[in-house]
């Protein structure tokens, strides 16, 4: 049995696919790992927590939890985020609204347990190529996103055990691409305008490149992970044909982990929802190192998956939030928990999360039991 290990000892040792002593868990180290806002406030009050409620991503309504939460909770991962910009101010918009950087507009949504944001406008839906160099594009200089951030990434590192995760914020492009073109016009514009397509990938890559670029110079040298995110894939197949993602998608997602690793030693993870396995191994030669969030519900070989790729990609996440977690009960949680170690976790290269941030119909006994259930059965050698 391998000695214990700090957090960020375990959490390195699986992303390099070593063994660590016990299989690293995750819960609100990523804007892709948290809970929502409701389920936070769940889980606080069983715990009998009094901590305020923070907001890590707006737009999904991501809780940044607190650090007592982390703690009782065994989360091997902390989040450094880029901040909010100091020059710029949400233009107006209607009760039930907002406008982002972007000046894309989100509407909200209510549902039984809360609300969420939906997209409600598509600022370049109508554009041309000319339009984009007149289109008012998030400030990279604004001094607001970096103020505070070396501090707080050296007071992480140096004072805490915890393994760090970068987020740069502005981390995709199809994503990006599809809410400033709306998702229909957007892949037509993949057939039949990839000039306009590619011009506007262009101009999500100059903003993203910069803004990560300060991020990085800052906080590279102290991150175990870096995240990029694009979703690429329905629940049962890719969004795009591969053909079509390697024509106009993966030469950015190509010279953006290029651009990290020029800042950063730090693995490249990037989170797609769906089921991505006919683009994994494009994903693996544009840079990627993990994967997240493993999406089970959606692919149909979970192990078969680590079998093919676990000497060249890491998994991240796995335990299922579509079904087990919101409707399971906590022995069905831990079975859940036990079969994804099984499948993901030997030699090394997984860290346990659930898949995707918990929502409100997830009772805060079923997270305790994920996490309690990481403990018990991650410990290797994996049985």
């Known amino acids: 049995m391998t000695a214990q290990m700090t957090p960020r000892e375990r959490v390195m040792a699986a992303l390099h696919h070593e063994e660590p002593d016990r299989v690293p868990f995750d819960l609100g180290g990523t804007g892709t790992t948290s809970l929502v806002v409701e389920t936070y406030e769940y889980l606080k009050a069983y715990e009998g927590i009094s901590a305020p409620t923070e907001i890590m991503f707006k737009a999904f309504r991501v809780a ?28 107006p918009s209607e009760p039930g609204a907002f406008i982002d950087e972007f000046g894309i507009k989100w509407r909200q949504v209510t549902y039984s347990r809360g609300h969420y944001w939906e997209l409600a406008s598509h600022p370049l839906a109508h554009a041309t190529i000319s ?28 004072n805490t055990p915890y393994a760090l995760v970068g987020d740069s914020g502005f981390k995709g492009f199809w ?25 506007l990938l262009e101009k999500l890559f100059e903003v993203n490149a910069a803004i990560t670029k300060r991020f990085l110079e800052i906080t590279g040298p102290y991150l175990a992970a870096m995240r990029i995110v694009d979703d690429l894939a329905t629940q049962t197949a890719p969004i795009m044909s591969p053909t079509t993602y ?31 396995t006919l683009l994994v191994d494009d994903l693996i030669d544009a840079g990627v190192q993990a994967l997240n969030p493993v999406q089970v519900s959606a692919i149909p070989d979970v192990a078969g998956l680590k079998a093919k790729y676990g000497d060249r990609l890491s998994f991240w996440g796995g335990i299922d939030s579509q079904h087990v977690l919101p409707h399971g009960t906590p022995e069905e949680v831990r079975e859940e928990v036990r079969l994804r170690i099984h499948q993901l976790g030997k030699g090394g290269g997984y860290i346990a999360a659930a898949v995707h941030n918990i929502q409100p119909d997830v009772p805060p006994r079923n997270i305790i039991a994920m996490s309690e259930a990481v403990r018990e059965f991650g410990v290797y050698p994996i049985r």
């Open 64 to 91: 940044r939890l607190d650090e007592e939460t982390m703690r009782r909770l065994d989360s091997d991962l902390r989040p450094v985020i880029v901040k909010p910009p100091k020059n710029w101010t949400p233009p």
């Open 175 to 199: 994503e990006p691409a599809f809410m400033l073109r709306g998702l229909t016009q957007a892949l037509m514009d993949l057939i039949q305008d990839p000039e306009f397509m590619h011009a």
């Open 131 to 158: 339009d984009l160099d007149a289109y008012p594009w998030p400030d990279v200089d604004d001094p607001g996103r970096y103020a505070g951030l070396a501090e707080e990434v050296r007071d992480l590192f140096q």
């Open 246 to 276: 390697r024509a106009m998608i993966k030469p950015y997602h190509k010279r953006f982990c290029e651009l990290i690793r020029e800042y950063t030693e730090a693995v490249i993870v990037l989170h797609s929802c769906g089921n991505i």
